[in-house]
């Protein structure tokens, strides 16, 4: 009994088990991103998307900050200024096939700063929770966590981190892939389908009423009393 | 009544033409977009060649982005502390706060623009080849 207790005792202290949403790359390149804004601004910003999933394929905590990828957000560290801080929190609850419930994924943006980016102004930038339970989730969490020191210096928190187009660093190289496709399909695709359908349907019509006009019409019998 | 039909049937072919034509002739381009709202400022060259065309806006940054991209959906978005980028059939945007207020849109076409974004978008919207990313803490000297 007593062996039972100090084991579930130890269960409930143990960190939660890493959640594999990013590859530990792009991990690494959103933490060094949050790093130099940190450095820039003195405001420490973090990750932390709890996961569930009952296949355990991605089940656990998704987490990272400016102090590395998972590691947890410290704003008692000297690099937070005055502690400040703004944090991308979010969950996904994966279902099983069998269960009637759909998947479901929230997240939200925690700080303690004076006028804090919203998750509203997240979403307006295109970035959505339910992002969280698509293919491209990793992304998700790489481009609203990576928004957030240019949300801040947009609400006067701190100054901009600043661009350069430095170029390439000496030893890489890279070309750009995929097709992103047709502006105007991605754009107006649905009403362009409308316009061509509303084209088709009337001529359609039109083929059909010249062929019914075409044919003779129909003899009506008459009766004759005898 | 045929000829009721037909009228009908003619009437929703040119309604379709005429929104098919609308579409195309009010369809403006990325750099229209801009231009309608910020100020052309001239081109700008990174260091390896690749050019880009600066409009300075008065919004901010996030602002802008939102906005062209609600008005111009892109196939690719990224954000990241520098800057917000969009990626669209030809072009390739990138909208960052600029000194003094408000932020600067850097406007180039596909290649020209991977190379000019390529710190920010090296990788994502194509390949990247070199070293692996690690964890180096941020400060003087970071970037990628």
Not at chain 1, 105 to 122: F, K
Request: net charge negative; hydrophobic share 40%; charged share 20%.
């Amino acid at each position: 009994m007593i062996a039972v207790l100090v084991a579930l005792a130890l269960l409930a202290l143990a960190p939660a088990a890493q959640a594999a949403v990013l590859t530990p790359e792009d991990a690494a390149e959103l933490a060094n991103a949050l790093a130099d804004a940190t450095a820039v601004q003195g405001v420490c910003y973090g990750w932390r998307i709890h996961v569930s999933d009952p296949t355990g394929a991605e089940e656990g905590l998704e987490a990272g900050s400016s102090f590395g990828p998972g590691d947890p957000l410290d704003r008692t560290r000297p690099e937070c200024r005055d502690g400040m801080f703004a944090e991308l929190v979010g969950s996904v609850v994966y279902t099983r096939e069998s269960s009637e419930a759909e998947d479901s994924a929230a997240w939200d943006v925690e700080s303690n700063l004076r006028d804090p980016p919203t998750i509203a102004e997240v979403d307006e930038l295109g970035y959505s929770s339910d992002d969280l339970l698509g293919d491209d989730n990793d992304l998700a969490i790489v481009n609203a966590a990576g928004a957030l020191p240019q949300l801040a210096a947009d609400h006067g928190n701190a100054r901009p981190v600043p661009f350069a187009p430095a170029g390439r660093d000496p030893g890489t190289s890279g070309e750009p892939t995929g097709d992103p496709g047709s502006d105007l399909l991605r754009e107006r695709g649905t009403l362009l389908a409308l316009c061509a359908l509303m084209i088709l349907g009337g001529a359609a019509w039109l083929w059909v009423l010249r062929r019914d006009a075409r044919r003779p019409p129909r003899r009506r019998r008459t009766t004759t009393a005898p | 009544m045929l000829r009721g039909r037909g009228a009908i049937a003619l009437a929703l072919i040119a309604l379709g033409a005429l929104g098919l034509a609308g579409i195309v002739a009010c369809n403006e381009s990325v750099e229209g977009w801009l231009a309608d709202r910020c100020e052309r400022a001239g081109t700008e060259t990174d260091p390896n060649g690749n050019r880009a065309e600066a409009f300075h806006c008065a919004a901010r940054a996030s602002t802008v982005a939102a906005d062209l991209g609600e008005a111009h959906e892109p196939a690719d978005r990224r954000s990241t502390p520098e800057g917000h980028f969009l990626r669209y059939a030809d072009d390739m945007v990138g909208i960052v706060p600029a000194e003094g207020g408000g932020s600067t849109a850097y406007l180039s076409d596909e290649r020209g623009g991977y190379g000019f974004f390529f710190p920010f978008v090296g990788g994502w919207w194509g390949t990247y080849s070199g070293p692996g990313e690690s964890f180096r803490g941020g400060g003087p000297g970071g970037g990628k």
